[in-house]
């Protein structure tokens, strides 16, 4: 065997060792990328049921059966309250409807959305939730109006309080 044929055979051996290399990196990234959507849907579940036991604390769920009824009949403190339990839930809406694409895994981000457009309608199907909502809008404390309006409409948003 000659130099060059030696040479020849090392180069094709270098080059299945690279293939074999990048073989070896995509079932690694794979591997990595199921792990990630795991991670993130389970978050996602903690994150959803740690707002679920807090609605079972009674002071909570005062708040709520009143508020949802009306927000002008709330009184500063359970203002302030109410606020931010409706600013937490449109971030929560905000970031589901936004990821669905890289958090959906195999569900499909359709499927997401859907969940998300069902809970958003759901969520401003409450007079008070509504009311808070325009009020908070009015002092420019909403962040994500357009994508709300993308995500509901703007009839579920404006609809008069009852």
Do not use: W
């Amino acid at each position: 065997m000659s130099v060059v044929e030696i040479g020849a055979l090392a180069q094709l051996v270098g080059a299945i060792a690279i293939l074999l290399s990048l073989a070896f990196v995509v079932i690694e990234l794979r591997k990595n990328f199921k792990q990630h959507n795991i991670a993130n849907t389970l978050q996602r579940a903690i994150e959803r049921e740690k707002l679920n036991f807090a609605r079972m604390e009674e002071g909570l769920a005062k708040l709520l059966t009143k508020a949802h009824r009306s927000y002008g009949e709330l009184k500063d403190f359970e203002k302030i309250q109410f606020e931010n339990y409706v600013l937490q839930q449109v971030a929560i809406f905000d970031r589901a409807y936004r990821t669905a694409e890289e958090t959906a895994f195999k569900l499909g981000p359709n499927k997401l959305r859907s969940r998300v457009k069902i809970n958003t309608a759901n969520f401003f199907s409450n007079p008070g939730v509504r009311e808070c909502y325009q009020a908070l809008r009015a002092r420019d404390m909403i962040d994500h109006h357009e994508l709300l309006l993308a995500i509901v409409g703007e009839d579920v948003l404006s609809q008069p309080a009852a």
